[in-house]
């Protein structure tokens, strides 16, 4: 039971994701509603049978001051697709300072990115320019609902109205 379910506000939008078994007891409590359910998969017990939640929305408005996504190593490979953004190996990985550290680079969503240790200290004390080396993509910081649909692994077709209608707005 390792898929997921998409959990939003009682506006619709996006708060996050759980488990379906966490899910199945929010909506079983009514605390939360189905909004969409799996076609393939249902829940079983001894004497019934349940729909399989992909999309529930919370009773209660959930007050949320900052939705951001946390800046640490996984989530800037998640980004990258696990690979060099110099070479696009997909192994022995590390992540670099396009702006070296040593000459006032940030460590931040826009200076971070992951490159395989042989580029890594190819590039050393310089920047991709004077390195002669070629970046595949520029970083970026994804904002909560881009990295809830392109970065958490697999994204359920039931969930691309919600994160798709929110990205509108920003």
Known sequence: MGRKVLILNQDYSALGICSVPKAFLLVYLNKAELVAQSEAFVLRTVDDEYP???????????????KGVMLNRQNIFKRDSNRCQYCGKHEDLTLDHVMPKSRGGKTNWDNLITACKRCNSQKGDLTPEEAGMKLYQKPFKPSFLVFLRDFSGSVEETWMPFLAKREKLY
């Open 52 to 66: 399989s939640p992909t999309v529930i929305r919370l009773h209660r408005y959930i007050h949320l001051p900052y």
